[in-house]
């Protein structure tokens, strides 16, 4: 019997572990755990951050870096983005500087953060084909990425052919991760004519079905020490 609780308290310690355990790719702010905290890029108005230097937003706060390029915090002016259509029209967001790929590195400094999301655009030209690329690492070195290039052409969704130049303006693809085994230390977005907008982070929050499993693991882990003392 005692084996018996004992394979019971695994299996409902592994079963919670796995609930927890899910990285995915999300796509809506919905899709966050809450709370969850926004960088809208509302609160500057055009300032350059040159290469070395960073910029830190909310608090505590959140620290955007770049050792290659420049890019511009609360940008207003619209920028054509090709293909891709053009942003600035009534928003103000973060865009790359640099003609060419560089990499942008967002650090939470310690934040107990699981999972980030963005509305993300870029520069793109027929039949370029190039991508952003957005990886987060984990505290325990544990790592995900995306990548986003060919946007679509409409709200509808529809796939981009390289043969229609159809323009849209503020458009952009929502997209982040939530990682499987542990909190986010930092982000890299690494590509060419990037803007971003939106950036939403949250603190880990346990899932409810996660709570109750592990409750259950704990609950057959005391049962079994009791039947032991007696």
Do not use: C
């Not at 919670?16 to 609160?43: E, G, H």
């Not at 350059?48 to 620290?63: E, Q, R």
């Not at 999301?117 to 039949?127: G, I, Q, R, T, V």
Request: charged share 15%.
């Amino acid at each position: 019997m005692r084996h018996i609780f004992t394979i019971a308290a695994l299996g409902f310690a592994s079963m919670a572990f796995q609930a927890q355990a899910q990285a995915a790719l999300i796509t809506q702010p919905s899709q966050l755990p809450a709370p969850a905290q926004v960088i809208d890029f509302n609160a500057e108005d055009g300032l350059f951050i040159g290469i070395g230097s960073s910029y830190s937003a909310n608090l505590p706060p959140v620290t955007l870096s770049s050792q290659d390029g420049d890019f511009t915090v609360g940008q207003r002016i619209a920028t054509d983005l090709g293909i891709n259509g053009s942003w600035g029209a009534g928003k103000s967001f973060l865009s790359f500087d640099k003609i060419g790929d560089m990499t942008l590195r967002i650090d939470f400094n310690g934040l107990k953060t699981r999972a980030f999301l963005a509305d993300w655009s870029m520069y793109e030209e027929a039949n370029d084909n190039r991508l952003t690329t957005v990886t987060a690492y984990g505290i325990d070195g544990s790592s995900e990425s995306f990548s986003l290039g060919s946007f679509a052409t409409s709200l509808d969704g529809v796939d981009l052919d390289d043969s229609q130049l159809i323009y849209s303006t503020n458009f952009s693809v929502t997209q982040g991760i939530r990682l499987a085994h542990a909190d986010i230390a930092y982000i890299t977005v690494q590509g060419d004519g990037v803007v971003m907008d939106n950036f939403a982070y949250t603190q880990a929050v346990p899932e409810p079905e996660s709570m109750v499993l592990a409750a259950l693991g704990l609950s057959a882990v005391a049962l079994l020490r009791r039947r032991r003392q007696n």
